[in-house]
């Protein structure tokens, strides 16, 4: 993954790795500390996904309103802070998901 992110651009690099590695990987171990299978455990993190949806067409709606900036690296700024904010309850329910579980 290092060899194909380094050829990358920055964005391009990062999807890669949050979906292959990151999210995988955090998947698999949901999956094995709530002894669950694919289908089940994706029905409980529905909410939290059409959640998400719900947040970034908000963003985007504030967006197409005026409400936020158009130039690009001020949109990409905006994202990135989109995205701190929507991760900080996902590192606070994981930590204490692998405290409990002990993987």
Do not use: D
Request: hydrophobic share 55%; net charge positive.
């Amino acid at each position: 993954m290092l060899i194909i992110g380094i050829q990358l651009p920055l964005l391009s690099a990062f999807g890669l790795y949050f979906i292959g590695q990151h999210s995988l990987n955090g998947w698999s171990h949901l999956k094995q500390g709530m002894q669950s299978e694919n289908k089940p455990l994706f029905v409980k993190a529905l909410p939290f996904t059409l959640g998400a949806a719900l947040l970034l067409g908000l963003v985007l709606c504030m967006s197409h309103a005026g409400m936020l900036p158009r130039k690009s690296k001020q949109w990409l700024s905006v994202f990135f802070v989109f995205l701190a904010c929507l991760s900080m309850p996902i590192v606070w329910a994981m930590q204490r998901f692998y405290l409990r579980i002990k993987l």
